[in-house]
């Protein structure tokens, strides 16, 4: 497997705190990784780190052969590394349709200029982004809610409408923090095959979240994290199982009646 993202010794320190100390991984092209782990073990911070939202200690992060370390958040969108976060991220008076258009001028936008004087360049490139959208929608099942206002959208639809404004950017890499946060176990199940979905279009995905039903059912590998470390990584059956991961969970007796 050819791979896309290499992570090697990230690192960050704040103050005297270490929230992620020597993380070393790699995600291969079409992956779909999971990184789970108790409160406070990092996960989120790791993938700020990966994503460009905050700036590592030390480290490094290469990403498509690219060494990327310390670049901001929108350059590396605009290279297909794309993140979303926990909370939907939409503008709940504009249409369905008009948030997922902004994801789009995320990689297709003709430059400040060419948008001021609507330049043949720019509407060229804006017909080309509408039928980007438009096909993106179908294919999410969203064109019959396209002209509605997000806001007024049920939380699962919202969270749909996430992942629409997200592929509208075109990424080759997307990480997903918390997706299926709030939603029953039925619009779960709609994330988890949307996401699978998405990595039939040939994007590579990584996903933190603590819904271990829905990471054992869309991850080839997980990676478990604690205090700032990798505590396991390997498949979900696999890290699920480890008694180092179930002590981290659960507590140390746990981990004991487990391998009795």
């Not at 994503?51 to 310390?70: L, W």
């Not at 590394?81 to 991220?89: A, G, I, M, N, P």
């Not at 929608?137 to 404004?165: C, D, E, F, M, R």
């Not at 299926?180 to 996903?207: F, M, N, P, Q, Y």
Request: with cysteine; net charge positive; hydrophobic share 40%.
């Amino acid at each position: 497997m050819t791979r896309l993202l290499q992570v090697s010794a990230l690192t960050r320190r704040f103050g005297g705190l270490t929230a992620v100390q020597d993380l070393t991984f790699d995600v291969g092209e079409r992956e779909i990784l999971g990184i789970i782990g108790p409160n406070g073990a990092g996960k989120t911070t790791a993938i700020n780190l990966v994503s460009g939202v905050i700036q590592p200690s030390g480290g490094k992060v290469v990403f498509g052969g690219q060494t990327i370390t310390g670049l901001p958040a929108y350059r590396l969108a605009r290279k297909g590394l794309v993140r979303t976060f926990q909370s939907t991220t939409v503008y709940g008076e504009r249409s369905v349709r008009e948030n997922a258009l902004r994801g789009a001028y995320l990689s297709l936008y003709p430059g400040f200029f060419n948008t001021v004087f609507n330049s043949a360049k720019a509407r060229k490139m804006r017909a080309r982004t509408e039928d980007i959208v438009d096909e993106l929608l179908a294919w999410l099942s969203l064109t019959s809610v396209a002209h509605a206002a997000a806001g007024s959208l049920p939380y699962g639809y919202q969270k749909t409408l996430g992942l629409a404004i997200t592929l509208a950017s075109r990424p080759r890499l997307v990480m997903l923090d918390e997706p299926v946060a709030g939603l029953s176990a039925e619009e779960a199940d709609h994330i988890r095959d949307t996401i699978l979905k998405i990595r039939s279009r040939g994007i590579t995905v990584i996903v933190v979240d603590h819904n271990m039903r829905f990471i054992k059912g869309l991850c080839d590998r997980v990676l478990v994290m604690n205090q700032g470390h990798e505590l396991a990584m390997g498949s979900p059956a696999e890290v699920l199982a480890n008694p180092k991961v179930i002590e981290a969970y659960l507590g140390r007796g746990h981990a004991a009646a487990h391998t009795n």
